[in-house]
């Protein structure tokens, strides 16, 4: 599943870069080219631009219509909408800030360009090859396990919440 994600939801693209989806995200761009792209590359468009919500209907092309200002309940809305779960995401596979996919690199390549401790204590690095990045761990991971246990909550929490209407 490949998203596009408008210029207002730069937070949620990068949470769905975290989760290990193709996610692109331009902070300028023309509608033109975003319907073009979608349709190209075969994309979902993710907005909350009411017009462009319709143009992409109109042109045939999958389109949801995102309404929370808060990126935990659109990302939430997100993996709702297209009944994903989370054992089915491919997490710290790809870069947060360009959407690339991650390559592993040998320890001893990356010495110089991360700090001294991080290399002391971690064994298992990756790089963007986009633009250069080095991710490891201590810092994406421990992220990324935060942002899944919150969703399980929020998610748990909708539920129990709906049981307690019955
Ligand atoms: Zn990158």
Known sequence: MKFLADRMLGKLAKKLR???????????????????????????????????????????????????????SQLLAVLKRFRISPGSLEPFSRCIECNAKLEKVDKSQIESLVPEYVYRTQES??????????????????????????????????????????
């Open 18 to 72: 975290i989760l290990g989806f193709d996610t692109l995200y331009f902070r300028e761009a023309a509608e033109e080219e975003i319907l073009q792209r979608v349709r190209q590359e075969g994309r979902i468009l993710l907005t909350k631009d009411r017009d462009l919500l319709y143009k992409a209907l109109k042109a045939g092309l999958d389109v949801y219509g995102i309404k929370s200002d808060k990126w935990r």
């Open 125 to 166: 690095f990756y790089r963007c090859p986009a633009c250069g990045r080095i991710y490891w761990a201590g810092s994406h991971v421990e992220k990324m396990k935060d942002l899944l246990k919150e969703l399980r909550l929020s998610v748990d929490e909708r539920v129990e919440k709906d049981v307690g209407k019955l």
